[in-house]
T-cell receptor, first 109, second 115 residues
Framework: DAKTTQPPSMDCAEGRAANLPCNHS???????VYWYRQIHSQGPQYIIH???NNETNEMASLIITEDRKSSTLILPHATLRDTAVYYC??????????FGDGTTLTVKP | DSGVTQTPKHLITATGQRVTLRCSPR?????VYWYQQSLDQGLQFLIQ???????AKGNILERFSAQQFPDLHSELNLSSLELGDSALYFC??????????????FGPGTRLLVL
């Protein structure tokens, strides 16, 4: 699976959009981009995934660049409960998912 | 609630002991994954089972073993415990054995403290 690079931390004002970047320059054609988050020490929570098209669900939007070397997770209206560690993962056919250090997002009032 | 259950929630034991962690996957999911998360560290993949068979292995110590039973629940056995084994242990399940499009749903974890 391709390696991902994320900033270690970000802040966001409550009610504003949170844009979390992820670089995955070595991604292969059949690898998907997945986003999970972990609130405190709870089990990671699935957010969204995509291959090459932009995706949106009730939680977030995922924007993948045309060359697929990077992506951005967008939380449109961040709340205090969105404070968490966000993991960007590139997943191939190996079955396992390799979690990096993620981005600690702090939403501030 | 992801639908994945793990027991116990907390476990305190002594060095040298053996413990068993249990995981029940979401209804219909055939794959089970085990992860370890030590203090201030990321999630480390340990092992994956699909429909009772081992499918992928990560950084799992020889003192650790796992299995998946016919009813699809899984157990992670940790033996000869050391202080460094203190961690959160997560189980995840998914519907497919492999393939890039496979969402994992995580349980709430078991917090193990070795004294």
């Amino acid at each position: 699976d391709a390696k991902t690079t994320q900033p270690p931390s970000m802040d966001c004002a409550e009610g504003r959009a949170a844009n979390l970047p992820c670089n995955h320059s070595t991604i292969s054609g059949n690898e998907y981009v997945y986003w999970y988050r972990q609130i405190h020490s709870q089990g990671p929570q699935y957010i969204i995934h995509g291959l090459k098209n932009n995706e949106t669900n009730e939680m977030a939007s995922l924007i993948i660049t045309e060359d697929r070397k990077s992506s951005t997770l967008i939380l449109p209206h961040a709340t205090l409960r969105d404070t968490a560690v966000y993991y960007c993962i590139v997943k191939g056919n190996a079955g396992k998912s390799t979690f990096g250090d993620g981005t600690t997002l702090t939403v501030k009032p | 609630d992801s639908g994945v259950t793990q027991t116990p929630k907390h476990l305190i034991t002594a060095t040298g002991q053996r413990v068993t962690l249990r995981c029940s996957p979401r209804s219909g999911d055939l794959s089970v994954y085990w992860y370890q998360q030590s203090l201030d560290q990321g999630l480390q993949f340990l092992i994956q089972y699909y429909n009772g068979e081992e499918r992928a292995k990560g950084n799992i110590l020889e003192r650790f073993s796992a299995q998946q039973f016919p009813d699809l629940h899984s157990e992670l056995n940790l033996s000869s415990l050391e202080l460094g084994d203190s961690a959160l242990y997560f189980c995840a399940s998914s519907t497919r054995t492999a393939g890039a499009q496979e969402t994992q749903y995580f349980g709430p974890g078991t917090r193990l403290l070795v004294l």
